[in-house]
Nanobody
C-alpha cells in the first residue's frame, strides 16, 4: 500500500516561513510527478506547486515567488519551502504523488498563519 506522509505544518506569524516535507513509498522509478495542494475551509482544493520527474516546476499564482518545491530523489521525498507567509495561506496542505495510472494523496498537514 502506497503511503504519503506529510510533516512540518504548524502555526506561524505573517511574514514567517515554514518547510513542509513529504515522504512517499511510491517506487521512485514509477513517479511521474509530485505536488503540493491546499484546501482552506469552504474552498476547493487548489494547486500550490508541482514538480515533474524532469524537474520542471509550476506554481499557483498566489504563491509564485514565495514558495519553492524541491525533490530529494535519494530520500524519495518532496519539500515545500514557504516564505513570506500570509494569513490567506492558512489551509490544510496535501502532498500528491502521481504515477502513470494513479494519484496518491497524503492525509494533510495544517498550516495556520496568524496576522
Amino acid at each position: 500500500q502506497v503511503q504519503m506522509m506529510e510533516s512540518g505544518g504548524g502555526l506561524v506569524q505573517a511574514g514567517g516561513s515554514l518547510r513542509l516535507s513529504c515522504a512517499t513509498s511510491i517506487v521512485i522509478s514509477k513517479i511521474k510527478g509530485m505536488g503540493w495542494y491546499r484546501q482552506a475551509p469552504g474552498n476547493e482544493r487548489e494547486l500550490v506547486a508541482h514538480v515533474s520527474n524532469g524537474g520542471n516546476a509550476n506554481y499557483g499564482a498566489s504563491v509564485k515567488g514565495r514558495f519553492t518545491i524541491s525533490r530529494d530523489h535519494a530520500k524519495n521525498m518532496v519539500y515545500l519551502q514557504m516564505n513570506s507567509l500570509k494569513p490567506e495561506d492558512t489551509a490544510v496542505y496535501y502532498c500528491k504523488g502521481s504515477t502513470l495510472y494513479n494519484d496518491y494523496w497524503g492525509q494533510g498537514t495544517q498550516v495556520t498563519v496568524s496576522s
